[in-house]
Nanobody, 115 residues
């Protein structure tokens, strides 16, 4: 059974930083593409950043230069370092694993950025 558990969300002032983590179980993590998505109230879920099993990364234009995605395959864990946060980054952040042609999602962690 695949499980993804996010942590690290919270309330932060604009200009601050947070680091999100997502631990995966039930998948061969090292062979999977993984990523972070977010959904703000009233908006559709959108891509934030992805990283392939070979380490290639891709970011949404809105977070380039501020966010960094990484992974530790020994720990079955992915991370999202978020710096210079702005109120527009407020959303529920979800981790995603693409494993054997199926997408799996965590339950999300809330990030709130106050102005």
């Amino acid at each position: 059974q695949v499980q993804l558990v996010e942590s690290g969300g919270g309330l932060v002032q604009a200009g601050g930083s947070l680091r999100l983590s997502c631990v995966a179980s039930g998948v061969i993590f090292s062979t999977s593409g993984v990523g972070w998505y977010r959904q703000a109230p009233g908006n559709k879920r959108e891509l934030v950043a992805i990283i392939t099993n070979s380490g290639t990364t891709n970011y949404a234009d809105s977070v380039k230069g501020r966010f960094t995605i990484s992974r530790d395959d020994h720990k079955n864990t992915m991370y999202l370092q978020m710096n210079s946060l702005i109120p527009e980054d407020t959303a529920v952040y979800y981790c995603n694993v693409d494993y054997r042609l199926q997408n799996y999602w965590g339950k999300g962690t809330l990030v709130t950025v106050s102005s």
